[in-house]
């Protein structure tokens, strides 16, 4: 094993090592009575590359709770609430993470239940059965909220033709052939050593925590396999409208922008926070909601996967001001673009959201999430000084550069 001092982030010293098998960790030394331990996975919903597979990814990160050979699921259930901790998961588009908190003291415990997880899961067919019927339930609950739907509505046009287009819970369709065997070679070929990056964060010295995770998980030797991810085809500009007998309309405007390595990942995440950010100075909803009351909320986020991005605006609104409300965001962006934002609008807003960051970064939570998501594809942490480095660094000129890749917006109406 090789062992080495990294990062000091936020006064947190960051340790790195990889086990024999090629399993990567990444250990946080924090202080407090909470840890946290997981693992995050380098597959996704993107993976599914044919419609009878989608929403399998989801499906085995549900069902992996379900049993394994060595524990019934009330068992997995009862490991960590036992002690008052909390054993969680989610799919993204490219990861899976599963992960528990815990009071301090149970480590060795979570470790080994995750690792158990990993290496032992039976997907039991009754317990498959019933899950499937959980999922279906949970697939048309989504689809009954408009404003969570139109985003997975919009993916599918951005991306059409591509793995990344579809929803991560996959169609009721496509659950009917989640079978034992079909969910434990999704485990064998995806939750491999080489594809996986084991995080902790809390009070446990690096020494412990790396015996610890090569007792449990040191005999993982499962082979990584060739991915076969292809960045999607970029599509014309589109402006759609579906009629769903809303009593409002859901619009989402959007644009492809670029991955997580693209030279202007720090200068389009400051721009997104400027236009639509959390705070209530943001332009949008300064322009929309605080001056002319045509909203309730709106916001912008950006996205960054391993080879694209997708940067989005989403408002809800009245049918008769959603042209309005559309030419006001264009508008908005079209003023940055033609380099409305100078010296002194940039440094507010660079301190504004650097401030922001600082304070997420007391969600020790997230940041161990965030670490994990780091190691998987940059093969070290991520310390926030380098980020507010990153966001300090950015001009005016860039800020203006982005914005000119957002004045061609695709649009999806829900009405």
Sequence with gaps: ???????????????????????????????????????????????????????????????????????????????????????????????TYVYSTFPRGNLRRAAELIADLVKRSAFPRAEIDRERDVVADEINTYSDIPSDGIYDDFEDMIFAGSALGHNILGTVESLAGFTTDVCREYLDRFYTP????????????????????????????????????????????????KEISSHQSHVVMGARIGGLFAPDRYAMALLTNILGGPGMNSLLNVELRERRGLVYTIDA???????????????????????????????????????????????????????????????????????GRSMLYFDTAAPLSVTLDRIAAVTTDEITAAAQRLTELSVLTLR
């Design 1 to 95: 094993m090789r062992q080495r001092q990294v990062i000091n982030m936020n006064n947190f010293p960051i340790t790195i090592f990889k086990l024999s098998n090629g399993l990567r960790c990444v250990h946080c030394l924090r202080r407090g009575e909470v840890e946290y331990c997981g693992v995050a996975v380098n597959a996704g919903s993107r993976d599914e590359l044919t419609p009878d597979r989608f929403g399998l990814a989801h499906f085995v990160e549900h069902t992996i709770f379900k049993g394994t050979t060595h524990r019934r699921s009330w068992h997995i259930i009862n490991r960590m609430e036992a002690v008052g901790g909390e054993l969680n998961a989610y799919t993204t588009k490219e990861e």
């Design 194 to 241: 080489g594809q996986m990056v084991f995080f902790y964060s809390g009070p446990t010295r690096p020494a412990q925590v790396e015996k610890i995770v090569a007792e449990y998980f040191g005999s993982l030797s499962l082979p990584d396999v060739e991915r076969d991810r292809k960045q999607p085809d970029v599509v014309s500009r589109f402006d759609n409208v």
């Design 301 to 371: 986020s950006a996205s960054h996967l391993t080879d694209t991005g997708l940067f989005t605006v989403y408002f809800g609104c009245d049918h008769d001001d959603a042209s309005r409300c559309r030419r006001l965001v264009a508008n908005t962006i079209d003023r940055i673009a033609q380099g409305a934002i100078n010296e002194r609008r940039l440094s507010q807003a660079k301190r504004q959201y650097a401030g922001q960051l600082v304070i997420a970064s007391a969600n020790a939570e997230q940041t161990a999430l965030s670490q």
